[in-house]
T-cell receptor, first 112, second 118 residues
Framework: AQSVTQPDIHITVSEGASLELRCNYS??????LFWYVQSPGQGLQLLLK??????LVQGIKGFEAEFKRSQSSFNLRKPSVHWSDAAEYFC??????????FGAGTRLFVKA | GAVVSQHPSWVICKSGTSVKIECRSL??????MFWYRQFPKQSLMLMAT?????????EQGVEKDKFLINHASLTLSTLTVTSAHPEDSSFYIC??????????????FGEGSRLTVL
């Protein structure tokens, strides 16, 4: 069955430190992969997406993610976190047939 | 591009009344729209999928008579919570998909609507 796993419910990093949010997926075919960010009381905003080609994709707000087929992973990274990055982050896989499967989310806390 | 607008952003109503939430794709035609419910500190729960001009497809456990969905045009879908009760209080989010998204699963989200039923 198709699924998305975000192992970390929440993560705390210091401002200026690097960040990596983990995402693993289970999908039988070549996946379409997404990372979304949700600020409190807001909808979801697309950070980046992977469809094909270069496995390292750049997104908005200085985020990047790397698709590793061998590990079924699509981890999100940022070299230097800002306080405004505190939010909920969702990894998702496009499963075809109009379906998108979301992970449970990882809440990012940024400490000064 | 690919902007989705949801209205109202928050609404408070009395128990027993009905509330309508609108979801509009502002700069593209949405072949499919989705409605989600999100409980505090949880992920999105898909409620239903709606295609323009046809009946919505509801997920298991979602009462279709309680949550009425209408997708009258390629840019507008509405969710009506009928005879709302306090347990219906939640954050409701819509998303829309264009033609490319039908193949990839890419979604564009509205800002969400916070419903509080007194």
């Amino acid at each position: 069955a198709q699924s998305v796993t975000q192992p970390d419910i929440h993560i705390t990093v210091s401002e200026g430190a690097s960040l990596e949010l983990r995402c693993n997926y289970s999908y039988g075919a070549t996946p379409y992969l997404f990372w979304y960010v949700q600020s409190p009381g807001q909808g979801l905003q697309l950070l980046l997406k992977y469809f094909s080609g270069d496995t390292l994709v750049q997104g908005i707000k200085g985020f990047e993610a790397e698709f590793k087929r061998s590990q079924s992973s699509f981890n999100l990274r940022k070299p230097s976190v800002h306080w405004s990055d505190a939010a909920e982050y969702f990894c998702a896989v496009g499963a075809g047939g109009f379906k998108t499967i979301f992970g449970a989310g990882t809440r990012l806390f940024v400490k000064a | 591009g690919a902007v989705v607008s949801q209205h109202p952003s928050w609404v408070i109503c009395k128990s027993g009344t009905s509330v309508k939430i609108e979801c509009r794709s502002l700069d593209f035609q949405a072949t499919t729209m989705f409605w989600y419910r999100q409980f505090p500190k949880q992920s999105l729960m898909l409620m239903a999928t709606s295609n323009e001009g046809s009946k919505a497809t509801y997920e298991q456990g979602v009462e279709k008579d309680k949550f009425l969905i209408n997708h009258a045009s390629l840019t507008l879908s509405t969710l009506t919570v009928t005879s709302a009760h306090p347990e219906d209080s939640s954050f409701y989010i819509c998303s829309a998909q264009n033609q490319q998204g039908a193949n990839t699963g890419e979604l564009f989200f509205g800002e969400g609507s916070r419903l509080t039923v007194l």
